[in-house]
């Protein structure tokens, strides 16, 4: 672009009364250097020796004597006609619209394209592309005097992405997909289906993703975070600590992909909530019971005793915990070491425990930690302890 606006600096500001045969000066230009099959090319001749009228727009390329044509190798828009951009600028433009080829871009069985070759300028064109046509822009500038310019068509890999790696579970989120080959029609806004999922519903839901301007080839989707209620719409059911997943598959592939392959393609973030972790559940002092539930207030060798935690979630979210109990002896050597699993709901108060036989008298500290899980070990809550002597 920097090169044509030098090109145009340069230019004389009045145009020649006829094309100069003798010196053919006229530079093509195309606003992309590769498109994609459903692409709007936009076109730039700068032909000042056809400035014929200095007091009027001008056109170009739609005489059978001196035309424009576009091509690809099996279809083509001949004559093609260029007006000038201003009075007296000596710069032709003209716009074609290409419509690929028949093909089902989403994978939901239908046809997404209506291929056609039609027009004749300089904003009526359409163009039939395949995926990997090349387009060729060739205007006589005189007598056996042709200017040439050509442009590769071809698909491109898709990306999708979270705007965030982290979300709060109070918050959206907001997912992006980049993919030109979805920008079907580049005169209005396209969509896209993304799958969206959670660790907490590995079903999830399918979303709809709006392209972002007419032929931006970007797609952004908005969901909402529930702990309380189950997927629906945009809204995606995820507890705090959860990864979620979106997921678009490609069905428009460059080589050496076959026009017929698909590719999943998936990014991930964290959701978690603004409370700090160790203020998530409450955790009441340990207790001890025999195997009926009765409190134990003595401690014998040989006789098993049940370790009781109590736990609480004053939150509006559910929450998943890993429970631990660690016993250890007065040499600070672990003798027992257990865990419970489960999920606590809003308001929930729940008692947790696992059976202990000691098989020595003996001093012993008994330690419970609450996590959110084996792998992250985020504490839940303060960590409870207590020290028992065996007789």
């Given at each position: 672009m920097l090169h044509f606006l030098l090109l145009l600096l340069l230019l004389p500001a009045f145009g020649?009364?006829?094309?100069?045969?003798?010196?053919?000066?006229?530079?093509?230009?195309?606003?992309?250097?590769?498109?994609?099959?459903?692409?709007?090319?936009?076109?730039?001749?700068?032909?000042?020796?056809?400035?014929?009228?200095?007091?009027l727009v001008d056109s170009i390329g739609d005489t059978s004597g001196h035309p424009i044509k576009i091509a690809t190798s099996e279809h083509s828009l001949e004559p093609y006609r260029f007006t000038e951009t201003d009075v007296n600028s000596g710069v032709f433009s003209a716009e074609v619209i290409l419509t690929g080829f028949t093909h089902d871009a989403d994978g939901d069985g239908d046809f997404d394209t209506t291929p056609r070759t039609t027009g004749n300028g300089p904003t009526s064109g359409f163009l039939e592309v395949d995926r990997d046509s090349a387009i060729t822009i060739s205007f006589e500038f005189a007598d056996g005097v042709v200017l040439v310019e050509s442009v590769p068509v071809s698909w491109n890999v898709g990306a999708i992405n979270f705007v965030e790696d982290l979300f709060f579970v109070e918050n959206s989120a907001v997912i992006r997909v980049i993919d030109a080959d979805m920008n079907l029609n580049p005169e209005a806004l396209d969509n896209l289906s993304i799958h969206v999922f959670s660790d907490s519903d590995v079903a999830g839901i399918k979303v709809n993703a709006v392209e972002t301007s007419e032929s931006s080839g970007s797609f952004v989707a908005t969901i909402s975070l529930s702990q309380n209620s189950p997927s629906s719409g945009n809204r995606l059911y995820s507890l705090p600590g959860d990864e979620i997943f979106a997921q678009y598959d490609d069905h428009t592939l460059p080589k050496p992909h076959s026009k017929s392959d698909s590719l999943e393609i998936k990014t991930a973030a964290r959701v978690d909530t603004s409370i700090p972790p160790i203020q998530r559940i409450d955790s009441s002092p340990i207790t001890f019971s025999d195997g009926l539930g009765n409190p134990l207030e003595s401690f014998s060798q040989n006789s098993q005793m049940q370790i009781v935690g109590t736990i609480s979630n004053s939150h509006d979210f559910d929450q998943k915990f890993i429970y631990f109990f660690q016993v250890k002896n007065d040499k600070n050597f672990v003798e027992s070491l257990s865990w419970v699993?489960?999920?606590?709901?809003?308001?929930?108060?729940?008692?947790?425990?696992?059976?202990?036989?000691?098989?020595?008298?003996?001093?012993?500290?008994?330690?419970?930690?609450?996590?959110?899980?084996?792998?992250?070990?985020?504490?839940?809550?303060p960590a409870m302890s207590a020290l028992i002597t065996v007789n």
């Open positions: 020649e009364p006829i094309p100069n045969y003798d010196d053919p000066y006229s530079p093509i230009f195309t606003d992309k250097p590769v498109y994609s099959w459903t692409d709007k090319m936009k076109i730039t001749i700068v032909a000042p020796s056809w400035n014929t009228d200095r007091h699993q489960g999920e606590i709901s809003p308001n929930q108060i729940l008692d947790v425990s696992q059976s202990w036989t000691p098989s020595e008298s003996g001093k012993y500290q008994i330690e419970t930690f609450v996590w959110n899980s084996i792998n992250d070990s985020i504490a839940l809550s």
